[in-house]
Nanobody, 122 residues
Framework: QAQLVESGGGLVQAGGSLRLSCAASGRTFSSYAMGWFRQAPGQEREFVAGISWRGGRTYYPDSVKGRFSISRDNAKNTVYLQMNSLKPEDTAVYSC???????????????WGQGTQVTVSS
C-alpha cells in the first residue's frame, strides 16, 4: 500500500505555471492508477487529472483539459501534475490519490496525500 506526499504548491500569477509532485512510499505504487483532486474553500472536491497504471491513458475534466498534464515515473515512485496557463479559479488544495481506472473513468481509493496549497493571483 502506498503512502503519498505532495509538494510543489505555492503562489503564482495568473498565466503562470507550476508543477506538483506526489511521492509515494511502499512497494505497490505502480499497481495503481493515480489521480489529482482539488478542493477550494466552500466547494466540493473536484477531480482534475488521472493516469493509468502504466501511464498509457490519461483523464481530464474540461475545466483543465489543454492546460494541465499528468505524468508518472514509476522508477521514481512519483506522479506529477504540470499546470500551465493558471487561472485564479484554479486556487485550491491539491491532493494526489491512488485509484483505479475502468471503462474510461478514474475511480479513487481511500489512499490520499495531505495536499498542497496552490494559489493563483490575478
Amino acid at each position: 500500500q502506498a503512502q503519498l506526499v505532495e509538494s510543489g504548491g505555492g503562489l503564482v500569477q495568473a498565466g503562470g505555471s507550476l508543477r506538483l509532485s506526489c511521492a509515494a512510499s511502499g512497494r505497490t505504487f505502480s499497481s495503481y492508477a493515480m489521480g489529482w483532486f482539488r478542493q477550494a474553500p466552500g466547494q466540493e472536491r473536484e477531480f482534475v487529472a488521472g493516469i493509468s497504471w502504466r501511464g498509457g491513458r490519461t483523464y481530464y475534466p474540461d475545466s483543465v483539459k489543454g492546460r494541465f498534464s499528468i505524468s508518472r515515473d514509476n522508477a521514481k515512485n512519483t506522479v506529477y501534475l504540470q499546470m500551465n496557463s493558471l487561472k485564479p479559479e484554479d486556487t485550491a488544495v491539491y491532493s494526489c490519490n491512488a485509484g483505479r481506472d475502468y471503462s474510461g473513468t478514474y475511480y479513487p481509493t481511500n489512499i490520499w496525500g495531505q495536499g498542497t496549497q496552490v494559489t493563483v493571483s490575478s
